[in-house]
């Protein structure tokens, strides 16, 4: 019989579990359901007892980690921590959320219980045989994997499953005690971007995606990247979206174009295999390329802004298409966002 385990941590803020860990719950509820097995979660967080009340009460082993040691993300106490849930529980499936924090040491303690893992899996299937699925091949090739060596760890991508919401509770919560290794890192603190130069923000609910139609010769014959730039950046601020970029976009810096300055690589939708899953996108100064729009594919509202009306997000790749200028209609936007909020 499988018997599972899924690893949470805290969010940023150590006052509750992250998004994703809540999503991996729901997926080894499900996945227990499904085979009748039996079902341990496992917390890693400085106070780990708060945090066991948003899970469920019934149905599920809770155990826990917590101490100071690991109220911030470092290699080492999170390996250890890992490991001494998996050998507390000695389950035959891991579940474990994709985020940095876990996907920096889950290959490590999968080895040091002679495991294997499979990363970016998107679902689990599967009744007599667990099959999970992932995409490959920049998300165009999708695969179900099934493994008969155990322990099997899977991360699971954010946005996958819905996070858990259901009933519960005070459970009792087991600590685990862990025998930590000399640390020779020490966390002094936690800086992150301010609100309006972060940029990439996974669990926002919109994602804005710039083509390079917004560094181009506009009407008037001239290039306004720098009017450009402010009015995405006022429209990020407004909203709290998410930032995507065309891969024509973040290249033109090495091709001596204008660019807009807060644009990196790592804002590319599409081409990479980044596959966002906001609620809703926008895409604008796009022409709707096939490898962009494989990168939208889980994307649930999409809709776009184009000047032609005959670009590719018309041809039944976008739910509604705003045939416009995306100058006009982001400053409009934005006009109308800053009265609201006033």
Not at 69 to 89: G, M, N, P, S
Not at 185 to 203: K, N, Y
Not at 262 to 278: A, D, M
Not at 291 to 311: E, K, Q, T
Request: charged share 20%; with cysteine.
């Amino acid at each position: 019989m499988e018997s599972i385990l899924v690893l949470t941590h805290a969010d940023e803020t150590g006052s509750a579990l992250n998004n994703a860990s809540l999503e991996a719950v729901t997926a080894g509820l499900e996945l227990a359901s499904r085979l009748n097995a039996q079902l341990a979660i496992g917390i890693v967080a400085a106070d780990a007892t708060a945090l066991s009340k948003c899970l469920p009460s019934e149905g599920a082993r809770l155990l826990a980690v917590s101490g100071e040691a690991f109220a911030q993300a470092r290699y080492a106490t999170d390996a250890a921590a890992c490991e001494a849930l998996c050998r507390a529980v000695q389950p035959t499936i891991v579940l474990a959320p994709a985020s940095s924090r876990f996907t920096r040491v889950a290959a490590s303690v999968a080895h040091r219980l002679g495991g294997f893992i499979d990363t970016h899996i998107s679902s689990i299937g599967g009744t007599d045989r667990v099959e999970a699925t992932r995409w490959f091949y920049r998300q165009r090739v999708e695969a179900a994997i099934s493994r008969d060596a155990r322990p099997w760890f899977l991360l699971l991508d954010a946005g996958t499953y819905a996070a858990f919401a259901g009933a519960t509770g005070t459970a009792q919560v087991e600590q685990v005690p862990v025998e930590l290794p000399a640390l020779r890192t020490m966390v002094s603190g936690f800086r992150a971007p301010t609100q309006g130069a972060q940029t990439i923000r996974p669990d926002a609910k919109m994602l804005f995606v710039a083509g390079a139609g917004w560094t181009k010769k506009q009407p008037d014959g001239q290039v306004h990247a720098t009017e450009a730039g402010e009015l995405i950046v006022g429209f990020l601020a407004a909203t709290g979206a998410s930032l995507g970029s065309s891969k024509s976009l973040v290249d033109q810096g090495g091709e001596g174009n204008s660019v807009l300055p807060f644009l990196t690589h790592l804002n590319q939708i599409g081409q990479t295999g980044s596959t966002p899953r906001h609620a809703k996108g926008l895409s604008t100064c796009c022409h709707g390329e096939e490898p962009h729009v494989v990168g939208w594919r889980f994307i649930g509202d999409r809709r776009a802004i184009s000047l032609d009306p005959n670009c590719g997000w018309t041809r039944g790749k976008a739910d509604v298409v705003y045939v416009a200028d995306a100058f006009e209609v982001i400053a409009k936007v934005n006009a109308l966002l800053g009265a609201a909020k006033a």
